[in-house]
């Protein structure tokens, strides 16, 4: 070592001969000691026994950390490079029914959740002084079927009976009949139908 760094021609020959040997100590497979062994020299080298299962225990907790930040390290590349999943999102199917007038043209607009069976109204602008609207479904047999009353000045919402929904399709009519306070007394629209829509999938 001393002369390698007072004479430079010397430490230049020993770094070639190292290069030149060193694809040959790639071929060596690494051979780790017997457990037994550190312990029986350590204890040449001046250290106790109690001193020499330390510094044991310290390897392992060296060896140990190692492994536990390439583990890491690995984690996090996998999750770095691992694509993000798209969340899946699922959609009820929803039906809208735009409710017209034939001389009035367009009243209000009524929508139709299927996995709540929930019926939503917009407030409209309607003459109903002293009387309900009801809405009515009028499924493709042509009978109607009450929702219930509404008032037409405020958001509604109105649950549609589970027996109900098999009458709602894309064929089926929502209409607007003029009751009596508290809706038709005969089961059918006994008043003027004053607007009416076709339901249509969206």
Request: charged share 15%.
């Amino acid at each position: 070592m001393r002369r390698m760094l007072s004479d430079p021609a010397f430490a230049a020959s020993v770094n070639d001969w190292r290069a030149r040997l060193a694809p040959l100590h790639d071929e060596v497979e690494e051979q780790l000691p017997a457990p037994h062994i550190w312990p029986l020299i350590e204890a040449r080298l001046g250290h106790s026994a109690a001193e020499a299962v330390i510094l044991t225990r310290l390897r392992r907790w060296r060896v140990l950390a190692v492994a536990s930040t390439a583990i890491a390290a690995t984690l996090g590349a996998f999750m770095i490079l691992q694509p993000a999943q798209a969340p899946v999102v699922t959609s009820s199917p929803v039906m809208v029914a735009q409710i017209a007038s034939d001389h009035a043209g367009p009243l209000m607009l009524a929508r139709y959740d299927t996995s709540t069976r929930r019926f939503s109204i917009a407030p409209a602008v309607m003459q109903t002084a002293g009387h309900s609207p009801e809405l009515w479904l009028i499924p493709g047999d042509g009978k109607p079927r009450s929702l219930g009353t509404f008032d037409p000045s405020s958001p509604t919402v109105l649950t549609v009976p589970e027996a109900m929904t098999q009458f709602i399709d894309a064929d089926t009519v929502i209409a607007v009949s003029i009751e009596p306070v508290g809706g038709s007394p005969t089961g059918q629209p006994s008043g003027p139908v004053v607007a009416k829509g076709k339901m249509q999938m969206i």
